[in-house]
């Protein structure tokens, strides 16, 4: 299993593996990858290390928004390959995908205290393949993923040594998975 950490803390999903809780891309700072050789502190594991640290207010009022979409259908080459969708189903030619954000970050009290928030929005469209002969079933099942992620994190510098944060992650994630998967 790989060790997956949020600013230095665990988030492992220890049933299955994997990241317990998926951190939004508007509100990561730097993500490190140690492969081997890294120190003890890391530990948990024979394998690698993927550090996510997050972002922080600071004493200027800034943030972003955005809209990513992929449109499908319309404008996707068609493709020899078999498509799946996350949970294997059969999907065909066409995948849509929207995907809309903001974070805003800065000071409650310069130099000391500072807010940051994100909210994304990610909603994937599909249709999943239904084929079964021996029941007379063959066509399409509309599908849909989605999902909302949000934090809003407070960090507080006691002196020169000493800071504190505190942070506090909201998601939900809904993938369907018709069709049998």
Do not use: C
Not at 29 to 47: E, F, M, W
Not at 59 to 72: C, K, M, S
């Amino acid at each position: 299993f790989t060790q997956y950490l949020v600013d230095g803390l665990d988030n492992n999903e220890n049933f299955l593996g994997g990241p317990k809780f998926p951190i939004s891309v508007g509100s990561i700072a730097d993500v490190s990858v140690l492969a081997a050789s890294y120190s003890a502190q890391y530990g948990r594991t024979g394998n690698g290390v993927i550090n996510v640290t997050t972002r922080s207010g600071t004493n200027d009022w800034q943030g972003e928004a955005f809209y990513l979409t992929r449109p499908g259908a319309g404008i996707d080459a068609s493709s020899p390959f078999a498509q799946r969708d996350l949970s294997g189903n059969a999907v065909r030619d066409g995948f849509r995908r929207d995907q809309i954000g903001f974070s805003i970050g800065g000071p409650i009290a310069t130099d000391r205290t500072f807010v940051f928030a994100n909210l994304e929005l990610t909603e994937d469209a599909k249709d999943n393949l239904l084929n079964a002969p021996e029941l007379g079933a063959l066509g399409t099942v509309p599908g849909e993923n989605r999902t909302l992620l949000g934090t809003v994190k407070l960090d507080h510098t006691l002196n020169d040594d000493w800071r504190l944060a505190f942070r506090v992650n909201r998601g939900d994630v809904d993938i369907e998975r018709q069709g049998g998967g």
